[in-house]
């Protein structure tokens, strides 16, 4: 296989972008409290293509997909034990809504949409 890894990381292609992870939540005193790891990385963000769209359920199919891919950390998206990493680039954040885990071929691709404010 080819370790797309290189393509990354090269200047031509890359940004960076910031993920937001979510700790397992923990209760104290009745109330669920989450912490928050936000990690830097170098990537490639990209329109989601007609392809990726297809692969999400009808209600996700809204404005304002990305798809990320990274080789520095693994993403996450919401399931019975965690909470859907976010991906924060220029200034918007995007909930992770499918993954996709290429880590033979040196990546990692996620697809996420655009919450809050879309002005």
């Known amino acids: 296989m080819i370790d797309l890894s290189e ?8 940004t960076t972008f910031t993920v937001v992870k ?15 790891l936000e990690i830097k990385v170098e990537g490639i963000v990209l329109p989601s293509s007609s ?6 359920p009808e209600a996700d199919r809204v404005n304002g ?16 034990e965690k909470t859907s990493d976010v991906c924060i680039y220029k200034g918007k954040k995007y909930k992770l809504l499918h993954i996709f885990d290429y880590s033979a071929n040196g990546y990692y691709k996620a697809i ?4 809050g404010d879309e002005s």
Do not use: R
Not at 51 to 56: G, P, S, T, V
């Open 7 to 14: 393509l990354i990381h090269d200047e031509d292609f890359y």
């Open 65 to 80: 997909l990305k798809s990320f891919f990274t080789d520095e950390c693994a993403f996450e998206i919401t399931d019975d």
């Open 51 to 56: 392809e990726d769209i297809e692969l999400l």
């Open 22 to 36: 979510k700790s397992d939540p923990q209760w104290i005193k009745g109330e669920i409290f989450y912490t928050e």
């Open 112 to 115: 996420g949409s655009l919450i």
